[in-house]
C-alpha cells in the first residue's frame, strides 16, 4: 500500500510529458482504464464491486492501422469476473476472453500514436491487490515472441511483436485493480500507518 500511495505521489507531481514519455517505445501494448487517457495513473484502478470498463490499447504501434492482434490477459484471481469483450470495426475474437486472437473487418486506425483495440467489461468482488499481466496468445503466431502481436493493416501477413506497457513491482503487469475502501471503515490508525 505505501509503495502504491509513494508512486501515485510521484507521478502527480511529474510534468505531464514526462508521465508521456513513459511510453516512449515503439509497439506496445497495454490494459488502461481510461478510453482516452493512457498514462501510468490510468493502469491503477480502485473499484467497488459494480462492473467498469478497461481497454486493450496499442501505443506507438510502427503503422498505420492495424489489422487484428493477439494478447493472452493473465488475471491471478477468481474474484475478477470479465463480463464481456468487445471492439471495433468488426472485431472477430476467434480465441476467448482471455486469450484474444482477434482481427478486425475494416483496420482499425492510429491516432495520435495508438489505437484501442478492444473494451474489456470487468467486474471485481475481492479484497486484495490484483496484478494484471499479458503474454503471447495460444497459439501464438510468432513462436519465439512470448508478449502481445499486432498485424499491419495494409498487410496483415506482417506481424509485429509488442512489448508491453509495465512497471513497478512486481514486474511485467500492465494494470492493477484495488478493492475501494469505504471511508467509514477506514480508522485513524489505519491512516497514520500509511505514513510509517
Known amino acids: 500500500m505505501r509503495t502504491r500511495l509513494a508512486l501515485f505521489l510521484l507521478m ?7 508521465v508521456q514519455a513513459e511510453w516512449a517505445e515503439d509497439n506496445l501494448m497495454g490494459l488502461f482504464f481510461s478510453d482516452t487517457e493512457f498514462t501510468s495513473l490510468n493502469t491503477m484502478f480502485e473499484t467497488e ?3 467498469f470498463e478497461s481497454y486493450i490499447v496499442a501505443i506507438n504501434p510502427e503503422v498505420s492501422s492495424i489489422s487484428g492482434y493477439e494478447v493472452s490477459i ?3 484471481d477468481p474474484a475478477v469476473f470479465l463480463l464481456s469483450v468487445s471492439g471495433p470495426n468488426g472485431w472477430t475474437n476467434f480465441g476467448d476472453s482471455v486469450n484474444h486472437l482477434a482481427g478486425f473487418g475494416t483496420p482499425v486506425p492510429v491516432t495520435s500514436n495508438t489505437a484501442v483495440l478492444s473494451t474489456i467489461r470487468l467486474l471485481y468482488a475481492g479484497h486484495d491487490e490484483i496484478y494484471i499481466s499479458f ?3 495460444t497459439p501464438p503466431s510468432i513462436p519465439d515472441h512470448d508478449g502481445p502481436v499486432i498485424a499491419n493493416g495494409a498487410n496483415p501477413d506482417i506481424l509485429i511483436p509488442c512489448m508491453t506497457t509495465y512497471f513497478g513491482t512486481p514486474s511485467g503487469f500492465v494494470a492493477v485493480l484495488n478493492p475501494q475502501v469505504a471511508v467509514e471503515t477506514t480508522s485513524l490508525s489505519r491512516v497514520k500507518s500509511l505514513f510509517r
Do not use: E, R, S, W
Request: hydrophobic letters at 55%.
Open 135 to 137: 503474454g503471447a496468445a
Open 12 to 18: 502527480l507531481l511529474m510534468p505531464f510529458t514526462a
Open 74 to 76: 493473465n488475471i491471478p
Open 49 to 51: 464491486p459494480v462492473p
